[in-house]
């Protein structure tokens, strides 16, 4: 049954599209991160797991969402963690989405949607119980993502828009600009690319960002024959993909 499954969903993609190389990883993940090589995620329970070689194994602590970039590891269970020396170190602030994929700072949204951001200055030397200097962003989010080239969202609608003016230094940037499209999230990567899955559960690419037009031009739906896609998380060549029943795929992009 789980083999039949398997292949049905994969020899499509195989057959009509030579350019995508496809695999299936073992494990089971509700939420995926990958940045600079590294690769971490959590399960539907609550279990948190980074990518060792090919497999993936088991951090201790529970999270609901995890994320790895320039600014390290951190992960929000309503409260909010940094991967320290191996152990989660508890900080201020209260979030249920997180995103280290901006030069150093870090950004996510809580459980009413209201968006915050940490300078970078203010993410390096983390201790337990660090009080820190969350800045609350104007607008309403339920998922928010940094990459090289700029910061995107998506609302409880899931429209998409773009926050322009963020630098490490000043992460609330200056303005919202609303962005053709419906997603249900967002992931800017940390080589500038944006990618998001649409309620449907198809896959997008944002084309034409450029330093100069870091919104980019069009939206281009990739992998058409991987359906109900939940997921999604680009880093160094690989997409990595979540999808029904929280399977895992990395597809080479
Ligand atoms: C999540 O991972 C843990 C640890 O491997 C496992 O015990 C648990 O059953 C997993 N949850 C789901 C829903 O697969």
Redo the contacts with the bound molecule.
């Keep these: 049954m789980r083999v039949s499954n398997f292949l049905l969903l994969l020899l499509p993609v195989f057959a009509r599209s030579s350019a995508l190389d496809c695999t299936e990883v073992p494990g ?1 993940l ?1 939420q995926i991160d990958a940045s600079n090589g590294q690769v971490f995620g959590v ?5 948190i ?1 980074t990518l060792y070689g090919n497999t993936f194994v ?1 951090v201790p602590g529970s999270l609901k969402h995890v994320t790895v970039g320039p600014a390290g590891v951190w992960g929000a269970n309503n409260n909010i963690y940094k991967l320290v020396g191996g152990t989660w170190q508890q900080v201020s602030g209260a979030l249920k989405q997180i995103d280290a994929g901006g030069d150093q700072f870090v950004v996510g949204a809580n459980a009413i949607d209201d968006i915050y951001c940490l300078h970078s200055s203010s993410t390096i030397s983390v201790k337990e119980q660090s009080s820190l200097p969350w800045v609350n962003i104007a607008g309403k989010l339920k998922y928010y993502s940094c990459g090289l080239r700029g910061c995107w969202g998506v609302n409880s609608g899931d429209y998409i828009y773009f926050r322009h003016n963020v630098t490490p230094e000043s992460c609330a940037g200056s303005r919202w600009q609303q962005i053709d499209g419906r997603l249900s999230m967002i992931e800017a990567g940390t080589d500038g690319s944006v990618y998001g899955v649409s309620s449907a559960g198809e896959i997008f690419r944002r084309d034409g960002i450029t330093n100069s037009n870091p919104v980019g031009t069009t939206w281009t739906r990739i992998l058409h024959y991987i359906c109900k896609c939940k997921h999604v998380s680009y880093d160094l060549g690989l997409l990595w993909i979540i999808y029904s029943e ?1 399977k895992i795929m990395k597809c080479q992009v």
């Design positions: 089971s509700k399960n539907s329970t609550g279990s797991f088991e929280g």
